[in-house]
Nanobody, 124 residues
Framework: QVHVVESGGGLVQPGGSLRLSCTASGSIFSINFMGWYRQVPGKERELVATITSDGITNYADSVKGRFTISAHHAGNTIFLQMQSLKPDDTADYYC??????????????????WGQGILVTVSS
């Protein structure tokens, strides 16, 4: 089993900052991709930012210049530093991890796992 756990959400005023963290743990062989997605009620989940094990990052246009994704690869942990937050950034933020895991003691399989989500509310 592999799990991801998010932390760091909460309420912040417009213009403020928050830092989200996500750690993957369990029977991991390797993680080659992690990312943050967000969703508001009635809308599809959308990409926020992603990072590969090679350090290649990708951002949604709506967050470029305001959000920064980083990783501590040895710890299978990623961070999302969010600055200049806007009310439109209010959403449930989900962590995603992809790679390989130990399905059995001598069997490796592809992995994709989502966290439970964490609420970020930007409001005065």
């Amino acid at each position: 089993q592999v799990h991801v756990v998010e932390s760091g959400g909460g309420l912040v005023q417009p213009g403020g900052s928050l830092r989200l963290s996500c750690t993957a743990s369990g029977s991991i062989f390797s993680i080659n991709f992690m990312g943050w997605y967000r969703q508001v009620p009635g809308k599809e989940r959308e990409l926020v930012a992603t990072i590969t094990s090679d350090g290649i990052t990708n951002y949604a246009d709506s967050v470029k210049g305001r959000f920064t994704i980083s990783a501590h690869h040895a710890g299978n942990t990623i961070f999302l530093q969010m600055q200049s937050l806007k009310p439109d950034d209010t959403a449930d933020y989900y962590c995603n991890a992809r790679g390989l895991y130990y399905k059995d003691i001598d069997e490796i399989d592809h992995l994709e796992v989502w966290g439970q989500g964490i609420l970020v509310t930007v409001s005065s």
